[in-house]
Antibody
């Protein structure tokens, strides 16, 4: 059974940093691209970033480019999102999502974690 | 970025009804469209991919159609567990984008 378990969310001040983790199990993690998708309270879904199966290819939404960094450790079956220079508008539940396609992925998310809430506020 | 517009934004229906949700893309995306279902406090669940392919384990009352810019999700006979919010998503181009959602409520 595929499982994705996010952690690392919490309350952070504007301008602060946070690192999210997503522990994966139930599939060959190193064979699939992975993404982060966020959802502000009461709002819709917004794709944030994607990383290829080996970590060599990454893409970001314009709203987080230069502030967020996606990475992965295939030896630990874990996906990360380093978030710097956080803003109030980054407040959201952050989901990690498995791509249904290997290598660089195609942006189709067949499994999702339960999400972790990030709140940016003073 | 490709914009996806869903309509209606909300819909009231009864158990047993047939409902259709539409998603329109601001430019052609071939068949690179997915539909997700999300219930309150839960993660989204993939229902339909490649515009019309049913994800494994999803009931056959769900179906999708369309290509290019116009797509539909149809639920042939609503069940109580189908009341949720539905999102379309395009994966033809970066950045991947979602529609604003359609909230399906019980009449």
């Amino acid at each position: 059974e595929v499982q994705l378990l996010e952690s690392g969310g919490g309350l952070v001040q504007p301008g602060g940093s946070l690192r999210l983790s997503c522990a994966a199990s139930g599939f060959t993690f190193s064979s699939y691209a992975m993404s982060w998708v966020r959802q502000a309270p009461g709002k819709g879904l917004v794709w944030v970033s994607i990383i290829s199966n080996r970590g060599g290819i990454t893409f970001y939404a314009d709203s987080v480019k230069g502030r967020f960094t996606i990475s992965r450790d295939n030896s630990k079956n874990t996906l990360y999102l380093q978030m710097n220079s956080l803003r109030a508008e980054d407040t959201a539940v952050y989901y990690c999502a498995k791509d249904d396609y290997g290598v660089k992925g195609r942006g189709l998310f067949d499994y999702w974690g339960q999400g972790t809430l990030v709140t940016v506020s003073s | 970025a490709i914009q996806l517009t869903q309509f209606p934004s909300s819909l009231s229906a009864s158990v047993g009804d047939r409902v259709t949700i539409t998603c329109r893309a601001s430019q052609g995306i071939s068949s690179a469209l997915a539909w997700y279902q999300q219930k309150p406090g839960k993660a989204p669940k993939l229902l339909i991919y490649d515009a019309s392919s049913l994800e494994s384990g999803v009931p056959s009352r769900f179906s999708g159609s369309g290509s290019g810019t116009d797509f539909t999700l149809t639920i042939s006979s609503l069940q109580p567990e189908d009341f949720a919010t539905y999102y379309c998503q395009q994966f033809n181009n970066y950045p991947y984008t979602f529609g604003q959602g359609t909230k399906l409520e019980i009449k």
